[in-house]
T-cell receptor, first 114, second 111 residues
Framework: DAGVTQSPTHLIKTRGQQVTLRCSPK?????VSWYQQALGQGPQFIFQ???????QRGNFPDRFSGHQFPNYSSELNVNALWLGDSALYLC?????????????FGPGTRLTVT | RKEVEQDPGPFNVPEGATVAFNCTYS??????FFWYRQDCRKEPKLLMS???SGNEDGRFTAQLNRASQYISLLIRDSKLSDSATYLC????????????FGSGTRLSIRP
């Protein structure tokens, strides 16, 4: 049973550049959420995708956008990178109809902006 | 006031001790509650969901107090491998659309 996978594991970008992170949900899951985790902080909710649409969004600017594909995998795009975007980006999947809303996380992508 | 608040710790306790964490939440309409464990530089892993009646899983016991809006996690007979950051998580929606993480409580178990 494949768990949540993310790619790449590490990424170094320069301020102003754009980045795309990818996530494949746990087998059987249909909902993908993205989180940003700064050092020493809990994960901060960016947005959630279900049925290929953004369903809920946290307090993040429009520079952060995403997409969900028919196979439930998802991408997170960040434009015009700031130094402050350096963080661990976590993808979590869940099953909407499961009723428990338990989320399972991927290993994350560590983004460094220089 | 943060939506979900935890004592950041660190808690430094000897092996075999019992340790308890509390977490408070501000939204009385919160629906679901969880504890996650996160090891250094790793992803959070679901430790347990927290049910209204309280629940136990081996050495771990979770309690929910809706009236006072807090959840707790009790770890009995702590092991060195319990050293980690424990994240309190609250779902403030009627679906999985808005899940709020606390900043975590660091636990260090010493031999």
């Amino acid at each position: 049973d494949a768990g949540v996978t993310q790619s790449p594991t590490h990424l170094i970008k320069t301020r102003g550049q754009q980045v795309t992170l990818r996530c494949s949900p746990k087998s059987g899951h249909d909902t993908v959420s993205w989180y940003q985790q700064a050092l020493g902080q809990g994960p901060q909710f960016i947005f959630q995708y279900y049925e290929e649409e953004e369903r809920q969004r946290g307090n993040f600017p429009d520079r952060f956008s995403g997409h969900q594909f028919p196979n439930y995998s998802s991408e997170l795009n960040v434009n015009a990178l700031w130094l402050g975007d350096s963080a661990l980006y976590l993808c979590a999947s869940s099953l909407e109809s499961g009723g428990t809303y338990e989320q399972y996380f991927g290993p994350g992508t560590r983004l460094t902006v220089t | 006031r943060k939506e979900v608040e935890q004592d950041p710790g660190p808690f430094n306790v000897p092996e075999g001790a019992t340790v308890a964490f509390n977490c408070t939440y501000s939204n009385s309409a919160s629906q679901s509650f969880f504890w996650y464990r996160q090891d250094c530089r790793k992803e959070p892993k679901l430790l347990m969901s927290v049910y209204s009646s309280g629940n136990e899983d081996g050495r771990f016991t979770a309690q929910l107090n809706r009236a006072s809006q807090y959840i707790s996690l009790l770890i009995r007979d702590s092991k060195l491998s319990d050293s980690a950051t424990y994240l309190c998580v609250v779902n403030v929606g009627s679906s999985a659309s808005k899940i709020i993480f606390g900043s975590g409580t660091r636990l260090s178990i010493r031999p």
